[in-house]
């Protein structure tokens, strides 16, 4: 083997070798944990609350649970912030930006305009949002919006809708859906059967009716007095006045609720889900909202 | 003109790695700095859809219990909600030990016990869903343990009707066991946590990967169902799903823990069945893939490209053995074309699947682990003369009219084993 052979191959083995050696470090390591995965999967912001909502109606709020402390305030706000899990035995409100809690629970809570709050609020029978506060998660039985309340009387009912095809779409058998590769238009009044999955946007005219669940890859705009049986799911969706969703409200990026919109049913709660939620005044979420940057009640 | 050959070989698996490691990168620089796809998350509550859950378990005494009890802890409407043990042909106590869960929760454990037939997971499968009510299914190997509410992220996918799939996130258990163990962890964190989230950002094509996963059973029905005669039913089934127009939706956020193999020699046979099985997909699917008319552009190249994804390795090989084909042959090309081909693998082919690996780790925290990174060129070159293997046995056995037998994965617990989901 002559000199340049023997060079060529020092060299390569200082090139190969030279970025094993830290590995080595590594290399008999036996403290290397799994991946931390939580038990909850934090989906249930009660879950961690249950021991200290279960030792409030017992009458005990002086018992420390797995981490939760239990307040008897009925308000919190920059004087007297919110912090890590708090389970409140009565009806509290919060106001103030100082609220740097993970999950708080209280049988209602109210939020008032000045309020920001960035962990999970989660009230067993309702949570009021007045206009201007900001959220990220809110779960109870009722949220409302405060401000007036849509004309639901002056909603069409459903049977006299006419039933009929949306334009822009064939249906396909196979996969039971309404299929579009561009925009879908359902016009106004009319009554459309099967889910609806469109490349470009969905267009819902007023006092029509869905049932059937909706995907659009684009927007899902959904005009005055309009309803749909079933889940909406879209880069962005926006609810004009008075429409009402009864299953899961799902964009990539923003919905915007218009004034008086009801998503969710009494017996049937559901989730609206985006990076950002708007709410105008009236209306009325019957399950949970989830807002991963930024959530807000608009003014009227 | 065998010098000219040698060369056009090597400017071709030269090429292909290059795509491929553009891939890589793009699909890495995505997952760091793009922002990242939420849809499915903070589903809190909705109108849950009716799910059977199958848990395919051939000689599966020390694990399939432990499978159970997670299932039953789930915080998924219990009146939704259907356990299917498979008990596929075993010889020890996993169908003794479906029974006695069966026998305390009637109406939740409703094992099937299967006493003949083909045998494999994908056979098993099939047999059990024809039986199943559910509208979604969602499977589980028998050796995961599933959080509380994993159920419920896997399935809250499925209230968009075009999903037809989905696929959460899987993550080692036994990353402490040896080395094999820790480099396969920060595989499968750089095929998940970067790959296939990129992939849902980029509504590319993530793959459904046959565990930890639902399946809308309308899709199911509507593509035939479960294929028997396929050593990787869940490739095989995400292409016939795409072919319909549903889509495959990932978790990242559905972690769910799992064993990986212990030993090189299980992690080889492991390794062979996926070559094989992602290979039978290549032969069936490329064609029809080509012709979707649901793919988009974007989709219809990934999905070319995640088809191909086996044949990298064999190419690999062929370029090797080239390079040194050529480098010994001498002539007037030797000092160019072997560093060509050095440059196409360390720039853009291994280093590639490397940076993805290192982000991943990164992303998951582990930053010490990162060191560890020069050693998985051993796992490399191993996968690669493995897969080629794999590969040539298909081919052969193609030729020689053979059937591919499922090869099941020997497990590494034992059923006296401790194990606590760690908090």
């Known amino acids: ?300 | 003109m065998v010098s000219a050959g040698l060369q056009l070989i090597l400017y071709t698996v030269a090429a292909v790695l290059a795509t491929y490691g553009v891939r890589h990168y793009v699909l890495t620089l995505h997952r760091l700095f793009a922002r990242q796809s939420r849809l499915y998350e903070g589903i809190y509550c909705a109108d849950w859809p009716s799910v059977t859950v199958f848990i395919p378990a051939h000689n599966e005494e020390a694990v399939i219990g432990k499978c159970l009890e997670a299932l039953a802890a789930s915080d998924y409407p219990q009146e939704r909600l259907q356990i299917v043990p498979i008990n596929d042909r075993s010889a020890d106590k996993t169908g003794q030990i479906c029974n006695e869960w069966a026998a305390n929760h009637p109406r939740l454990v409703q094992p099937f016990h299967r006493i003949s037939g083909v045998g494999g997971k994908p056979a098993a499968l099939k047999d059990a869903a024809e039986l199943a009510a559910g509208e979604v299914f969602v499977v589980f190997d028998a050796d995961y343990v599933p959080g509380r509410s994993l159920l419920k992220q896997i399935v809250a996918p499925f209230l968009d009707p075009e999903v037809g799939l989905t696929m959460g996130r899987v993550v080692p258990y036994n990353v402490e066991a040896n080395l094999l163990t820790r480099m396969l962890d920060m595989e499968r964190s750089a095929g998940y946590q970067v790959d296939q989230q990129a992939r849902h950002n980029l509504r590319c094509v993530p793959q459904y990967g046959g565990t930890v996963g639902g399946i809308r059973a309308r899709a199911l029905r509507a593509t035939g169902g479960f294929t028997a005669n396929t050593l990787s039913e869940d490739t095989d089934l995400t292409f016939r799903i795409l072919g319909l127009g549903w889509k495959v939706a990932y978790l990242n956020n559905a972690e769910c823990y799992e064993e990986v193999p212990e030993s090189w020699p299980v992690r080889i046979r492991q390794l062979m069945r996926w070559s094989k099985g992602h290979n039978q997909a290549l032969f069936r699917y490329l064609g029809p893939s080509l012709r979707n008319p649901f793919f988009t552009p974007r989709e219809r190249v990934e999905a070319v490209f995640v088809l191909l994804v086996y044949l990298v390795a064999p190419l690999t090989v062929v370029g090797w053995i080239a390079s040194l084909a050529m480098y010994f042959a001498g002539g007037s090309h030797t000092a160019v074309l072997p560093l060509l081909a050095l440059a196409a693998y360390g720039g853009f082919g291994n280093a590639a699947a490397f940076f993805e690996m290192a982000a991943a780790v990164r992303l998951d925290g582990n930053r010490e682990r990162v060191l560890l990174l020069p050693l998985n060129a051993i796992g490399y070159a191993v996968s690669a003369i493995t897969i080629t293997r794999g590969f040539l046995g298909l081919i052969s056995d193609r030729l020689l009219n053979r059937q591919s037998a499922w090869d099941k994965t020997p497990r590494f617990r034992r059923a006296s084993d401790v194990f606590v989901v760690p908090q």
């Open chain 1, 1 to 300: 083997m002559n000199a340049e052979a023997t060079l060529f191959i020092a060299a390569m083995f200082l090139w190969l070798g030279a970025p094993v050696l830290p590995a080595l470090r590594q290399y008999k390591k036996a403290a290397l944990a799994p991946l931390y995965v939580p038990a909850g999967n934090k989906l249930d912001a009660s879950a961690g609350l249950s021991g200290a909502i279960a030792a409030i109606s017992r009458g005990d709020f002086s018992t420390p649970v797995d981490g939760v402390s239990v307040s008897r305030s009925r308000r919190f706000d920059d004087t007297c912030p919110l912090r890590g899990k708090v389970a409140c035995e009565s009806d509290t409100s919060v106001s103030g930006t100082q609220n740097a809690f993970e999950v708080a629970w209280a049988p209602r809570f109210k939020l008032e305009a000045d309020a920001v709050v960035h962990g999970a609020l989660t009230a067993s029978q309702r949570i009021s949002v007045a206009p201007g506060a900001r959220f990220r998660v809110l779960q109870a039985p009722k949220i409302f919006f405060e401000g007036p309340v849509g004309d639901l009387s002056a909603r069409r009912p459903e049977d006299v809708a006419t039933p009929g095809s949306p334009e822009g779409a064939v249906f396909l058998k196979a996969q039971g859906w309404w299929h579009a590769t561009g925009d879908v238009l359902v016009r106004e009044d009319l009554r459309v059967e099967g889910d609806i999955v469109a490349s470009g946007s969905v267009f819902i005219r007023r006092g029509a009716c869905v049932h059937g669940s909706i995907k659009a890859r684009r927007t899902i705009l959904v005009s005055e007095a309009a309803s749909v049986h079933g889940s909406v799911t879209a880069n962005r969706i926006e609810l004009s006045q008075d429409v009402e969703i009864s299953g899961c409200v799902l964009a990539e990026d923003a919905v915007v609720l218009g004034r008086g919109c009801r998503i969710g049913l009494a017996g049937a709660p559901t989730t609206i889900s985006a990076e950002r939620v708007q709410a105008h005044p009236g209306v009325e979420v019957r399950g949970g909202i989830c807002a991963h940057a930024h959530g807000e009640a608009l003014h009227v």
